[in-house]
């Protein structure tokens, strides 16, 4: 599942700002880097070691952009606002829905009768 560290870096990679060094010390998270390395978001020199893992020189690839760009679309289309008020709406229109219907099958049965 991404994080908001995948985006983060990813779009210092798209506006160049990332260091020439990723490692244990960098103020980006190198597990997260190595990942998206292995994914073909990111192109970078492993240079990874007994010492720990490192990468040098990591630039977004064109995959990586578009994967940034999903990021941008599902935030600015507001599709997790309209799923929360989804998830609230369903059962409220269900239940005012039963209370119109009972209201009207009453009126119907009340009319047909001869109340």
């Given at each position: 599942m991404p994080t908001t560290e995948h985006q983060r870096i990813l779009e210092a990679a798209a506006n160049q700002t990332l260091p020439d060094e990723i490692d244990e010390s960098s103020d980006y998270s190198v597990s997260v880097v190595k990942e998206?390395?292995?994914?073909?978001?990111l192109d970078a020199s492993d240079v990874c070691s007994d010492d720990?893992?490192?990468?040098?020189?990591?630039?977004?690839?064109?995959?990586?952009?578009?994967?940034?760009?999903?990021?941008?679309?599902?935030?600015?289309?507001?599709?997790?606002?309209?799923?929360?008020?989804?998830?609230?709406?369903k059962p409220v229109l269900a239940w005012v829905f039963g209370i119109v219907g009972a209201v009207i099958g009453g009126l119907i049965l009340y009319y047909l009768v001869g109340g």
């Open positions: 998206l390395v292995e994914s073909g978001f720990g893992d490192a990468y040098l020189e990591p630039r977004i690839t064109l995959p990586g952009r578009e994967y940034l760009e999903s990021f941008k679309v599902k935030n600015d289309s507001g599709v997790d606002k309209i799923t929360s008020f989804g998830r609230f709406a």
